[in-house]
Structures are given as C-alpha cells and as structure tokens.
C-alpha cells in the first residue's frame, strides 16, 4: 500500500521508472536483444605452401573474391559464355569465327584466373576435417570441395582443348558451371544422385521381366525371322541359285539377276541377347508395329514368313509393349519422383538444425541397423514347425533359392543356344547334299 501511495504521488515517468525497477526481470525480459556480429568465415592452414592466414595478400584477395560484385561479374561472364558457345555454326562468316575464338580465349583465361584466386584464398587442399566435419565458421579448402574438383576438371579440360583441338569440344562443359554456382542447383543435383540406389533397384525389377519375356520370345520365335531376297522361295533349301529381280525406276522396269541369299532380319529373337534388343525396341516404341506384323507372319526356322500365319503371336507384342513402355517407365519414374521428394525434404530439414542436432541423428543412423538385430523373431511353437521355420528364415536358405533361380535361367539360356545352334547345322548339311533338296524354283531340275 505504502509502495502504490508513493508511486503515485511521484511523475508519471518517476513512476515509470518505478514500476520498471520493482518488475526486475520483467522488464528486462521485455526489452528487445540486441543484433549479433555476424562472425567472418576463417580460412585454414597455408595457402600455396606460403600465405598464412594472417597474410595481408590472402585477406585482401579474400575480401575480393567473396564478394557479392566478384560473384555477379563471373556469372555474367558465364552466361555470355554460353550465348557464345550457342552462336558456332557452320554457317558463320570467317569474321564471326573469328570473334568467338577469341573469345574462347578471354573467357578461359577468365575463369583460370578465378580458380587460381580461389586456390591462393581458400588454400589448395589444406588441414584433415576432424570427425565432425569442417564447422561452419571456416572455408573448406578450394580441393576439398567435391564442386571445386569438378569445376577446375571444366577449366583444365577447357585450357587443354585451346592446345589439343580434338579436345574443344569439351568446352560445352562450362555449362556445368552454372549449377555448380547454384546452391539450389547443387541440392537438386545431390538429392538425384541419392535416388541412384532406389532406381537401380526399380531398373533390376523391370530387368528381370524383360529376362521372362525375353526368354519366352526366344522359344517363340528363334530363327523365325529369316527370308529369301526372293520373294517366291518359302524354304531355306530352295533360296538357292539366282533369279530376276524386277525393278521400278518409275518410267520403266528394270530387270536384273541377282542371286537368291537367307537372310534374316536387323530385329530377331534367335538368341537371348537379340531378343533383348528387340524387345528395347519395342518397350520404346521404335517400329514396333513393324515387329509385331513380323512375328504374325513367322512360320518358324528354316520357312519365309507368310502373311497372318499366326495372329495370336500379336498378344506378346502388345502385352509386352504395355508392360515395358507404361509399367516400367512409370514404375522408374515414380520411385525417381518419390526418393526425391524425399530427399529433398530431408536435406532442407538438415539446414535447419544445428551442429549437434545433425550429430544426434548421426549417431542414430548409425544405431538403427543394430538395434534392428536385436529385435526378436519368436517362431511357432511345435517343434517341427519351428525347425521350418528356422530353415525358411535363414538367409543362406534365401540365397541357395536365388542361385537355383539363377541357374535354372543360364541353363533354359544355354538350351535354347544350343537348339539354335543345331537347327542351323542341320540346315547346312542339308544344304549340302543336293539330292535331298528340290530342285530350286526357276532352274531346270
């Protein structure tokens, strides 16, 4: 009471002030934090074998080269660069060629320079990070950096194709420097490579239904494909000798003799790794229609394809073009698209916690796989049951499966081979023994 009294018999700032004395840390609470110094990134060890860090050289080409106006001049000249490169042409006049010449040469002393000053400021390849890394209050050495080795891998190659002309077409590379210039370039280029794993596992699926499919192509249509340059010949014993080919040259027919050849087709499934080829083809979709029309028309080894002989064979084409092209496509491209959201979030999430938040996550990363064996798999309770169950979930049992797979493939592969192989000796002996042939279509028995 004696307190508020005398308060308010005092001014009103006197009161004020009062009032802010007897709230204490209140007040204190209330007042706004003052901005903090912004501590200047530290560069390591030596540069060049001799520049120290305290060097009045290094710390004056340090103020230049991490400025925001050195940044904008060497993406300006980035940028003209590649306007450059999109101006050669064939078409140029000599005086154009020779403007883009030399300034090949200005731009690729340019960018030499830039990387030398960042060499001479960041140090070449400087001190080992400790375990955590390099803090963030210090610039990584210029070869330390992943992006610098692959920047000065651009400007060497660049310098190198100015002496060896083979090798300037490689200046198309400093397009790269663009990305490696932008950190949100950069993260999209990290979080791509990180879907690799993810996408090669997606790829190994789609490979093993192209193996099925290859496999059943081959038992379906091995040496199938093969015709005579004479149309009239249906049978390889017969595509012998010669015959007149007539020729339309538009205003007249040309008559010429050539000789009868059995000849097989540029896409064919005679073997496992032709069949898979054709079926690239079609998965694709190049000329795939043509294939199909192919496949109705064999008749089988050895006989010249003969128009719907076999429409039903249509089904494997389409349902093979569906399954490769739709299914695999899409199933690549949603696993690419899903890991790198995925990623992606995680690397923004990663820029938002501190030192020892990421050293937390670190270390249960790292604590999860053996946590993970820790888990207990309980099995059924009957004895018998649970010896089959221990032989079921033992991972060598997993693997002798996946050899048995494996060998029952290479086995129906080399099967398949060797059939092939065999029709095609038969054929020749028969080819051989002219008794036993007809006589060819067109020649005097």
């Excluded at 000065?152 to 663009?178: D, I, K, Q, W």
């Excluded at 005579?228 to 003799?257: H, L, R, S």
């Excluded at 249960?364 to 089959?388: C, I, W, Y």
Aim: neutral net charge.
């Amino acid at each position: 009471g004696d307190t508020g009294m005398s308060a308010g018999l005092l001014r009103p700032h006197a009161a004020a002030r009062a009032v802010a004395v007897w709230d204490g840390g209140a007040a204190h609470a209330r007042r706004p934090p003052r901005p903090r110094q912004q501590k200047e990134k530290e560069v390591l060890g030596n540069a060049v074998f001799c520049l120290s860090p305290d060097n009045g050289l290094r710390k004056a080409l340090f103020r230049v080269v991490f400025s925001n106006a050195f940044d904008y001049f060497i993406l300006a000249a980035i940028v003209a660069n590649v306007v450059f490169l999109a101006l050669e042409s064939k078409n140029n006049s000599e005086e154009l060629d020779h403007t883009l010449s030399i300034a090949n040469y200005v731009f690729t002393g340019l960018f030499f320079c830039e990387m030398v000053l960042k060499i001479v400021v960041m140090g070449f390849w400087g001190p080992s990070p400790g375990p955590g890394g390099y803090t963030g209050d210090v610039i990584i050495p210029y070869f330390r950096d992943a992006w610098n080795r692959v920047d000065c891998f651009v400007v060497v190659l660049a310098g190198l194709g100015l002496a060896y002309s083979p090798l300037s077409a490689f200046r198309s590379l400093r397009t790269m420097r663009l990305i490696i210039r932008s950190e949100q370039l950069r993260q999209v280029i990290r979080a791509l490579l990180s879907t690799i794993p993810y996408v090669s596992q997606g790829l190994a699926v789609c490979g093993f239904i192209w193996f099925v499919f290859g496999i059943l192509g081959t038992q379906l249509l091995k040496g199938s494909f093969y015709s005579c340059t004479d149309p009239a010949v249906e049978v390889e014993v017969n595509c012998t000798g010669t015959f007149v080919e007539e020729i339309d040259m538009g205003y007249k027919f040309v008559y010429e003799n050539k000789t009868r050849e059995w000849r097989n087709d540029a896409n064919h499934f005679d073997n496992i790794i032709a069949t898979m080829y054709t079926l690239f083809a079609i998965a694709v979709g190049e000329g795939w229609v043509e294939l199909m029309y192919r496949g109705i028309d064999a008749v089988g080894p050895g006989e010249a394809p003969r128009h719907n002989h076999n429409p039903v064979m249509s089904l494997y084409f389409v349902i093979f073009h569906v399954i490769g092209n739709f299914f695999c496509l899409n199933l690549i491209i949603g696993i690419l698209i899903n890991r790198f959201t995925e990623n992606r979030r995680e690397m923004l999430q990663q820029e938002t916690l501190s030192d020892r938040q990421r050293q937390y996550l670190d270390v249960f990363a790292t604590m999860m796989p053996e946590l993970q064996k820790l888990k207990s798999h309980e099995g059924p309770s009957q004895p018998f049951l649970r010896v089959m169950y221990a032989v079921a979930t033992h991972r060598f049992f997993e693997r002798f499966i996946v050899g048995i797979i494996i060998t029952n493939m290479k086995s129906l592969v080399f099967s398949l081979t060797a059939s092939l192989l065999i029709g095609k000796d038969s054929s020749q002996n028969t080819n051989k023994d002219p008794s036993s042939a007809p006589p060819p279509i067109g020649c005097p028995p």
